[in-house]
Structure formats: structure tokens, C-alpha cells
């Protein structure tokens, strides 16, 4: 049921850092309950003061209260590791229980009973929910990633029908374009164009029609 918990630090180790977490998760939310009952509570003109009062007097002893719940629970977690040799879920949940029941023991059996079966409770609770993120997370991370190849420009593909391959579909486009630049040409001065090649075709013409001149003769008649 469940993978160890690897994040957490082992087992004699464990006490002390929850004993430390405990105590800080406590103290920084205590002061924030008590300084804002504080506050309310405090005349006008003193509100501040006395927020400032209150967390002083109140906090140490809820991080403290904290603490020692969280050492308690440290040491019977570790107990059940060692008596069950193995770490899951129901080492958590049994540790809330007598947690929950050994401190409530000075106020008789009934008490220690409820306190025992609602820290079970609240403890089973959370190792559910923490269960649940772990195969989420874990789901999310197997998922492969989905890369969309680009279409390689080829017969059949979009936009080109089957049999006719992309070249010939640019040679059509090249000739379109020729076409058109002749056809603009006779606009922008294509004409001028072929006027000046057969100018240039005419004179050819005209000086090879005419004879060589004679060559001069030098002797003496």
C-alpha cells in the first residue's frame, strides 16, 4: 500500500526535524491568529500594541504545543518502522492514533479513545490526499510528449495532388511568372526592348550590303 516515503529524513533524524517543523509551522501561525485576535480585542489607539502583546505571550506556547506533537508522533512513527520493518502509510496513521491518545490520556479513557480515533482519522486523511499527488504527478510525468512533425513537401501531400511531384508545380509557377513579365513587359518596356533589337538587326543588315571599297592601286600606268 503506497511507496516509502523516500523525502523524508531517517529515522533518528526524523524526530528531530519534525520536532523543528512542528515548531515553526506553530509559532508562524500562532502569531498570525493571536496578533489579529489582538488586534481586535485592543482599544482603539493601542491596536497595535496589543497584537504585538498577544503574539509575544501566545506564540511560543502554541509552537511549543506544536513541537511536542510532532516529537510524539516522530517517536511512534520511528517505533512502527522498527516494529513493522517496513515503511507505508499505516506506520503514519497508527502514530496519529497514539499521538493523539497518549496525550490525552490525563483526561481519562473516553477522551484518550476520541483523541486516539481522531488523529487516525485526520492522519489517514492526509496520507490519502498525499497518495493521490504522488500517482498524479507521477501520471503527468509518464505522459509522452507529443512533437508534431512538419509535412514533408512531397507527392500527395497538402496541397499538391497525387502523381505530380513539387518541382513540377515550381516549374508552373516559374513559367507563369515568365509569362507574366512579358506580358507586363509590353507595358514597361518590353517594346522598347524588341524595337532596339531590331534596330540593331536592321543596321547588321544595311552595312553588310554594301560593297568593300577598291583597293588603291599604286603603280604607275
Known amino acids: ?73 516522530s517517536a511512534f ?41 481522531f488523529g487516525g482519522v485526520l492522519l489517514g486523511l492526509i496520507e490519502g490526499a498525499g497518495i493521490m499527488l504522488n500517482k498524479v504527478m507521477s501520471a503527468q510525468q509518464d505522459m509522452p510528449a507529443m512533437i508534431e512533425d512538419p509535412v514533408p513537401a512531397m507527392a500527395g501531400g497538402p496541397g499538391f495532388p497525387m502523381g505530380q511531384p513539387h518541382a513540377q508545380t515550381q516549374e508552373g509557377a516559374s513559367a507563369s511568372g515568365s509569362e507574366s513579365g512579358s506580358w507586363l513587359g509590353g507595358w514597361f518596356g518590353g517594346g522598347k526592348k524588341k524595337e532596339s533589337e531590331a534596330s540593331s538587326g536592321s543596321k547588321t543588315e544595311i552595312l553588310e550590303s554594301f560593297d568593300a571599297p577598291p583597293v588603291p592601286n599604286f603603280e604607275y600606268k
Open 1 to 73: 500500500m503506497g511507496t516509502p516515503e523516500t523525502s523524508r529524513e531517517p529515522c533518528p533524524d526524523r524526530i528531530l526535524d519534525d520536532i523543528g517543523g512542528a515548531f515553526g509551522m506553530g509559532a508562524v501561525g500562532g502569531s498570525a491568529f493571536h496578533f489579529i485576535k489582538g488586534v481586535h480585542s485592543s482599544p482603539t489607539g493601542t491596536r497595535l500594541f496589543g497584537g504585538t502583546q498577544a503574539v509575544r505571550m501566545n506564540a511560543p506556547r502554541v509552537g511549543g504545543s506544536f513541537a511536542v506533537w510532532g516529537g510524539l508522533f
Open 77 to 117: 512513527d520511528c517505533s512502527m518502522v522498527y516494529l513493522r520493518q517496513k515503511e507505508d502509510p499505516w506506520n503514519s496513521i497508527i502514530a496519529g492514533a497514539a499521538t493523539g491518545g497518549f496525550l490525552s490520556m490525563r483526561q481519562g479513557l473516553g477522551a484518550s479513545a476520541r483523541a486516539a480515533a
